[in-house]
């Protein structure tokens, strides 16, 4: 069983950075993909990024590519998402979810995640 805390998120001006982490719990972590998902008030959850088992391929929302980066530590157990040049509509709840599938153009659908945090808040003020 896999279990997921996400950490990192607050309040932040517009331009501003922050850092989320997702810790995980359970085996076999290399074997899972994981990704990020955020949820606006009143919005869809949509994709943010996701990373492979290995860590050695990525993927990006068109909104984000070239201001996130996702990254993890398999030794650690932990998934990171650095956040850069923050702006209002990045404003959501951040989930991190994992699954034991290979990173594909699938990985991009909530539905092929086995596994989500409780999720953290991010705001960015204007």
């Known amino acids: 069983q896999m279990h997921l805390v996400e950490s990192g998120g607050r309040m932040v001006q517009t331009g501003g950075s922050l850092r989320l982490s997702c810790a995980a719990s359970g085996s076999a972590f290399v074997t899972y993909t994981v990704g990020w998902f955020r949820q606006a008030p009143g919005k869809e959850r949509e994709f943010v990024a996701a990373i492979s088992g290995n860590g050695d391929e990525t993927y990006y929302s068109d909104p984000v590519k070239g201001r996130f980066t996702i990254s993890r530590d398999n030794a650690k157990k932990t998934v990171t998402l650095q956040m850069t040049n923050l702006k209002p509509e990045n404003t959501a709840v951040y989930y991190c979810?994992?699954?034991?599938?290979?990173?594909?153009?699938?990985?991009?659908?909530?539905?092929?995640?086995?596994?989500w945090g409780l999720g953290t808040q991010v705001t960015v003020s204007l």
């Open positions: 979810a994992a699954d034991q599938h290979s990173l594909t153009g699938d990985s991009w659908f909530a539905n092929m995640y086995k596994h």
